[in-house]
């Protein structure tokens, strides 16, 4: 069996030993000073599991969140469905199509992030006002406007004055995790913290909101393509 290998070891004042995978799949060790070398690699045999299980997680997210390079057979999500892209030829540019897949004209190819952001903005303007009203509805809820946002990380917020901004990216996600979102933000129109009267409200607006939240902790990399 092969040696584990440890990217990075971090000797310290500690009193414990802890390991942690970074983003990149790299094992970083934190140690007690004077802890022995053949005690930390018997810790590190007792974890194999964990480590191996860990990192393979982390490559596989490095990989979904990989920038996209717009060729035929790359897969772009629409609503938490995964379709193909198929570059066609065409004499001219053409908008980007979603069919049975997603359809890029061959000359637009070197602007294919600018065609898929502006399809997915399209998308959201409808999709997100027509669930944010129907949501806001049945609530007695009532919002000035909703507007997009471009944020990396950030998925929606609640202006005092009652303005819902949503990060267009959602529409990469399922429809139940926009409805969180959605609900979310709508809750802070009546609960300005995030107290547990705030998250009872999520709950009204959203019963059994918390599979939403964890798809979205757990997969917010492959909404952050573009």
């Known amino acids: 069996m092969t040696e584990i290998k440890i990217d990075q070891m971090v000797r310290s004042s500690r009193r ?9 799949a790299r094992l970083v060790v934190r140690a007690p000073k004077r802890m022995r070398e053949e005690d930390i690699r018997r810790f590190l045999e007792k974890k194999r599991g964990w480590i191996c299980a860990k990192q ?15 060729v035929t057979g790359e897969r772009f999500l629409y609503l938490g469905r995964e379709y193909a892209l198929q570059v066609v030829d065409a ?24 065609a898929f952001i502006a399809w997915y903005r399209e998308q959201a303007r409808a999709y997100m006002s027509a669930r944010a009203a129907e ?44 409805d969180y979102v959605l ?33 979205l902790r757990a997969a917010h990399h492959r909404l952050s393509v573009l």
């Open 16 to 24: 414990s030993l802890s390991l942690e995978i970074t983003p990149e």
């Open 183 to 215: 609900a979310h933000e709508l809750a802070h129109l009546e609960v300005k913290n995030h107290s547990p009267r705030f998250w009872r409200r999520v709950e009204d607006l959203l019963p059994g909101y918390e599979k939403a939240a964890a798809w």
């Open 56 to 70: 393979k997680l982390m490559r596989q997210k490095c990989a979904e969140a990989r920038p996209k390079a717009f």
């Open 135 to 178: 949501l806001a509805g049945a609530a007695g809820l009532r919002y000035t406007r909703l507007t997009l946002s471009s944020a990396r990380t950030r998925w929606g917020s609640c202006s005092p004055g009652g303005s819902l901004r949503l990060n267009w990216r959602l529409m990469m996600a399922p429809p139940e995790v926009i």
């Open 91 to 114: 004499a001219q540019d053409r908008p980007l199509e979603l069919r049975d897949r997603f359809y890029l004209s061959a000359v637009g190819t070197s602007g294919g992030r600018r």
